[in-house]
């Protein structure tokens, strides 16, 4: 790419590349970071909403676990209120009570079933289940008082064994060792989580006979998290490649999970972190974030279990593969990274191109005018370009002939004068002096006619070329809604980045906008929209952020307005940047601070200050800051224009700015700011002010 203050030093400043300049510097330099600002921010809004949906889909668990519960629960109320269940209860039919329960056990997966009398002690059992254990808890307290219960019990190993051998030999897990898990002593775990309930059973006065007593062991049961997870991540729910997971916890042990170790083996037994396990088990708190699950990158979500007592006693997670969400990410930024070099190539080309077509005539004339001040004849000779600036050099070289012609009848009248030199000596010697004076003057003249040319030229060159560009931008816009119409339903996958193309289509837009103003500052007098000062400070800020990378100060802000006004937002954007970036230069680099406030202004409307603590400036200094090409900066790191534009922008809707200064203290800048704008009368116009811009350069010149 091309070097603007390279290209600068080489050419010399000629007029091409000072153009040239101005043109590619917001190509070279702005859209660039305008890109790493896209870039960021579409990478941190894609996993935000990675994250929003991870909490989702564990709010969704949470919610089929309780209604698991639920349902097991129901199931038991079913049974304790059919008349079968009861009449065989109050005559003991222990064999149609065991049929019932056996029945209920194997078609709703419980892992024991039991009759519990009033006084806890055990009524009814099936084989192979404890003959005279009863766990006591605050559940079965309840269901004594005539209340259902159903919820999460954790059963110690001699608890599980006096209930169940089989039970107990299903729950004992050996723990794998966990990268970053916390450190224990423990190598098996050998508890359970059940979901019990318990059902009063009533007989027809309403008095409570019996507890229905049902288990549901949590330890391996691959069919509950599974069900939970094809609940959960259906089809169509995640990309392709991606695969969603539910876990199940004991402490943080994983008892129950359909995360994979390695193909065909489930992660039971494996920990997680002492991270998660702070926040979730310790503090009671969800984690969300990317987490690295077992052996891969996991969109991951943790939420704590909750027994029947009220104790953080395991975990639920709900998580997805990371990995083709990442890929796609990076996909789309690179298509359009690479989209964007294309344009920015496109257009570093095209304003290549325009500028030397544009400066051409210009430059022929510059050569011609060197030739013939070394006595050289030249003319620029055929001119292809019609514009201003083609009829220019052909006037030029009309002129050239004309003034050869004269210079031929003069040196003839002086050959015919020879003869005659003894005669009108005087006169002769008068006439030539004079006709020297005429010559220095016509040279004079016609220096002072490039110049003035030049100028004029340069306000109608500004609108041409914001004119060209805005029609390659229509096309542009014209083909991205082809390309919306033909997408049609499909354009989900890349509506982000076809909404972010047309936005930077707007924004050249408003930028070729902001050259017409100057072009043709009465046809363009700004759009005025309704603003929310305090909301496009924060959007300004972000304008300037790379300024902080290699500067060390602070910016406070103190936005108390609640007034709106009505103005053009990109412009007062402008000024905002025109008045922090003057601010920054004036910042000690070692302790900076700038406070930018905001306050209404009466029922007028709203005043901006932006106050430093930087060098300051003098008085004499303070009463020419508004002045065209008037700069406190060291040569070459301003142009004096910044303040003086600013100026006339705020003053072109009514309002005004004020400055306050004192030498080393610092300076304060006061944009007021009228709710409704209303016109400025007996002061410069915008083109008053070029104008005057234009006699300055003249009289520097």
Known sequence: MISVAGMMRTVGGTVRYKLLALVLFPILLVMPVALLIAIYWGATFSYDQLYIKVNTDLDVAGDVFKRIQKDYLNKLNTLGDSYTFRTALGTSDRQSIDEQLLELKNSSGFNYLRIIEQDSRLFYTQKNEGQDWVRSSSSLQKASQGVAAVGIEIFSSTEIRQLSETLANMVELKLIETPRARSTNRIKEDRAMMIRALYPVSNALGELVAILDGGVLLNENFEFVDAIRDLVYGPGSLPEGSIGTVTVFIDDVRISTNVPRKPGQRALGTRVSNEV????LDHGNTWIDRAFVVNDWYISSYEPIIDIDGERVGMLYAGFLETPFRNALWRALTIFVLMFLLLMIISSLVAIWGAKSIFKPIESMSNVVKATRNGVVERIGTIKSHDEIGELAREFDAMLDLLHQRNQEIQSAADQLDQKVQDRTAELLQRNEDLQRTIAVLQETRQQLVHAEKLAALGELTAGVAHEINNPTAVMLGNLDILIDELGSDIGPV???IDLIVEQI?????IIDNLLQYARPDEYAGY???VDVNELIRQTLKLIRHYQQNSCFEIRLQLDAVQRIKINQQELKQVIVNLLINAIHALDKNDGCIEISTRDWEQKGVVICIDDNGM?????????????FFSTKQQGEGTGLGLSVSYSLIRRYGGNITAQSSTGKGSCFMVWLLSEPEPVEDELTI???LHAIE?????KG
């Open 277 to 280: 396990r702070t926040e979730v």
């Open 495 to 497: 509506q982000e980045e």
């Open 506 to 510: 707007y924004r050249i837009k408003d």
């Open 528 to 530: 005025m929209t309704d």
């Open 616 to 628: 300051g400036m003098t008085e004499e200094d303070l009463n020419s800051i508004f002045n065209p």
């Open 687 to 689: 083109i008053e002010q």
């Open 695 to 699: 006699k300055e350069v003249s009289v």
